[in-house]
T-cell receptor, first 119, second 115 residues
Framework: DAGVIQSPRHEVTEMGQEVTLRCKPI?????LFWYRQTMMRGLELLIY????????DSGMPEDRFSAKMPNASFSTLKIQPSEPRDSAVYFC?????????????????FGPGTRLTVL | AQSVTQLGSHVSVSEGALVLLRCNYS??????LFWYVQYPNQGLQLLLK??????LVKGINGFEAEFKKSETSFHLTKPSAHMSDAAEYFC?????????????FGTGTRLTIIP
């Protein structure tokens, strides 16, 4: 299995430009998560999907951020327009919820991240 | 709501010495607890997890952690540090109720191994 795939690995752009980050989850996984990691704020959950449907987007910082999951094998996180304070490493993770008992447990598998720099 | 506090943003230990990384949690419902490791320029990798059952859990690379409900703690230990353990470690918590998949991470502890 190739694991979670993210592209690009590095992105440098200028303030005001649109940025699109891409993620391919592990095949068969039904949850997909987008995180942002910065020195100041640590690792923050932005949004997560279940079966391509957004479940919780309370971590999305503002309207400039949007995420989509058009199918089970692809998701995008878009920032428009980008600002210098959006500079961070963005991680995508996926998981498969195991319903072996009444409660579920999932392990989230992380991609290598996209390092975004907004000048 | 869930939260995690990791005490010590940087920890240094000598090679062969005990590793102890501290994590305290807050949760309004029984928690599931996790430790993740992040090597430079990589994503996070699961070290170990506590869901239910035995409170002492063993993970990869010789790490283990003990869930102590009375102390709301989930400290990570390893008896003998190796140079390859140098990385950043994150404690995370989520609620155990079905359907809530949101993980809340601590701010991380950077572990340095002194030769």
């Amino acid at each position: 299995d190739a694991g979670v795939i993210q592209s690009p690995r590095h992105e440098v752009t200028e303030m005001g430009q649109e940025v699109t980050l891409r993620c391919k989850p592990i095949s068969g996984h039904d949850y997909l998560f987008w995180y942002r990691q910065t020195m100041m704020r640590g690792l923050e959950l932005l949004i997560y999907f279940n079966n391509n449907v957004p479940i919780d987007d309370s971590g999305m910082p503002e309207d400039r951020f949007s995420a989509k999951m058009p199918n089970a094998s692809f998701s995008t996180l878009k920032i428009q327009p980008s600002e210098p304070r959006d500079s961070a490493v963005y991680f995508c993770a996926s998981s498969l919820v195991l319903q072996e008992w009444r409660d579920s447990y999932n392990e989230q598998f992380f991609g290598p991240g996209t390092r975004l720099t907004v000048l | 709501a869930q939260s995690v506090t990791q005490l010590g943003s940087h920890v240094s230990v000598s090679e062969g010495a005990l590793v102890l990384l501290r994590c305290n949690y807050s949760s309004s419902v029984p928690p599931y607890l996790f430790w993740y490791v992040q090597y430079p320029n990589q994503g996070l990798q699961l070290l170990l997890k506590y869901t239910t059952g035995a409170t002492l859990v063993k993970g990869i690379n010789g790490f283990e952690a003990e869930f102590k409900k009375s102390e709301t703690s989930f400290h990570l230990t390893k008896p003998s540090a190796h140079m390859s353990d140098a990385a950043e470690y994150f404690c995370a918590v989520r609620a155990s109720n079905f359907g809530n998949e949101k993980l809340t991470f601590g701010t991380g502890t950077r572990l340095t191994i002194i030769p």
